[in-house]
């Protein structure tokens, strides 16, 4: 039980005592992703090319869910993020949905990761490109949401093996 | 381009005009999982058993996240939710990790429907269990995220087929 | 156990659903206090005639956080408030500490009581008025929070006995 | 004095109360501007035309800021909006500097107006475009952010005459 | 009045500039408390058995606001808190009512103290398991709110006499 | 393009990467105003006198404001502020209408600079004017709001020229 860092002596939860781990660089990479309708995708695609863009709203929350994380996720510990930057790919299938991959990368000097800014930020990118679209298809699917890598921090270096 | 409901005529994001809506009684309710290997599988049930109650946070962390939808999604508009439900069931599998569904059921009266605080909702009680429990594992995947129905408002309802 | 409304089926907290609860008037009205020394007591009163007003910036924080209530304590509903009034008055005592009564009566029109929102900017005055005091004196003591009154809704109207 | 409304009988700050007041329709128009030279007025526009975009991110903002308009300004009353757009025009000169004209119209059907929350999101709109072109110039103005209309309540409509 | 650093030259409120203190280990203990009727006492104690915990939610409520309090408290300074703690202790009279205590210890390594945090997070709980408990018995009072004791910081230690 | 830093490869918005920005200490000076009429100016001035004082509700928010600008300005560094102060300056005119001069002066030790809190705590002291002053005169203008010096950080110092 001594790894659920998140009890406290009385068994409930507490925000776990950061104050002796040292300030180290460290980076998190997410990615979450969005199934999404023939019609969907090719608006959400010909909208680059006008001006409407989703993405570009989508973006703007993921970087302002980044910032909000520890409001967001009761034991995170507050941290000045130092950089925070969402790209997207289509996985183009030949069945009917298109899938959208969200890769975020977030970086911060502090006390502890950056791995929850990182995939609460995938997670608002996807949640608002459902909200922009779902006037044309209420059965987008939120594709599965994990953490890729992180770095820094004396738990060590992380890589999902992806195979 | 008509359904793009968030487009203005400058070909950027608004929020929809919603005045000319009727305040009707409106459900949504919304699913996320996450996967979880054995000790932490363990550790959640065992603690449910004893105090300390990773769930119990989640839940938490998911109603308040239900109230803050429309200060995290952009174009969501505000709402004053009328009643706010998650519920837990564990989906056994005989590999080694285990799927806890997350089921989100949210109610208003009012202008607009409430299936993005549904999901957000899902999304953060996932995430919020990743949290307190990624010390022990950060390889732990939120599973898919979709809504499973909505009720009330003029576009009608929503079921999906699960199929 | 019926009566912990707060409780789903699950045993877990829950936002209690008032889909169903009519509109109506409702008018809460709470108290705290906080016990300060002479010094403090002295500056605090002389500050009203000049332009420096500890109690101004306690007004404001007690009002704000009417407003953020239904951030701040998990299971509360979000109101629309029509009014917040915050006023002093002090408890004059021969011994040493002085006492500031605070009064913080809202109103709104909504389907439940505000009973919290009263509690909570009654608590945050306090709490500001030890903000910008302790340089003086770390001993300040908020005294009892409670509720004074409610009027409106199914529940009937409640008045606290002071004997 | 008595238009002061929002002071109370201890002549300190109140939210006033609007309880009495009926629900109705109501429109609020806002207008700001900013001032950006040759190189930023380039760089935005050619933009458009491009991938990025300025003024979406600012657009953006200018939205969620209409919706934490009660959580900015302190004696704002919490309404739920149905509506914000924000569009923006280019006012040429001959000289060096170009000005953005932002328009911001917002609507509600509620107890009091909307005034606070267009000229906030004009604000803030302005403010995130100084945000994202300050690396270019940090000499940018933010011009006369002021109402040019009101409709619906009870004090009537208010149309700006700008000669 | 040189001991009011909260104003400025005008006599008005400022954020006291903290510029040039060290970054030291600081540390704070606040205690809050509430007095349940024999009813919620037992419906308390009784739900720790089974699933459902009042204290639970107490105490995330807690922790949450701990990390808000810059938010909420007008002039104090944004910290990056590195722990929060708040552990509960029945006090047992033969009266009616039982007293349930709240103890808060909040850490950081800041420029200034934690005494807000730790009395914020203090007030918080007790108001949430007021919210929790008020359907059985709105007569609870919300007890004392002080400062047990602070470490670390230029202004030296405090610790509160409790006789 | 180069100078564009908030645009990401693929052409969108991100938070810049500020990692590798060393901590130092960071000041900024900035200005809006508003002009009210003489009503207005008369009922401002004389609450000064007496107890009720708009200016110290526009502080507050100004000073609240500055804190929570990289929540409101999506790009936006959450920096830990050690100091805001804001101060007020009439502009008496011989016509109709008179200035009130907002001066906001922000502090940090941070990785980068404070211009958009100064910018953003001007803009919302000056909205609070607006809308506790609007039941007398919806025709308030508020003026031109920019930066006025900033010194720390790599990229120098700046000083307005006012002529």
New interface residues.
């Given amino acids: ?1 001594s ?17 002796e ?1 040292s300030a180290t ?1 460290r980076k998190a990479i997410a990615h ?1 992703s969005i199934f999404v309708n023939k019609k969907i995708y090719q ?1 959400i695609t010909n ?2 090319v ?8 989508a ?3 993921g ?6 994380t ?19 790919d289509w996985q183009l299938h030949e069945h009917e949905n298109q899938e959208l991959l969200i890769t975020v990368e977030v ?5 502890t990761g950056v ?2 800014e990182a ?2 930020a995938a ?2 990118t ?3 490109i ?7 298809d ?10 890729q890598e ?1 770095t820094g921090g004396k ?1 060590g270096d ?1 890589k ?1 093996d992806n195979n």
Wanted: charged share 20%; proline share 3%.
């Fill in positions: 039980m790894e659920f860092t998140h009890m406290n002596e009385q068994g409930r939860a507490k925000m776990v005592d950061i104050t781990k660089f979450s608006q909208h680059k006008g001006k409407g863009d989703v993405l570009a709203v973006q703007v929350a970087i302002m869910a980044a910032k909000q520890s409001t967001i996720i009761p034991m995170c510990h507050p941290l000045p993020l130092s950089g925070v930057d969402i790209t997207f970086k911060t000097k502090g006390n791995e929850m995939l609460t997670s608002v996807a949640l608002t459902y909200d922009m679209c779902k006037a044309v209420k059965g987008m699917v939120i594709g599965q949401t994990y953490l992180k738990s992380y999902r």
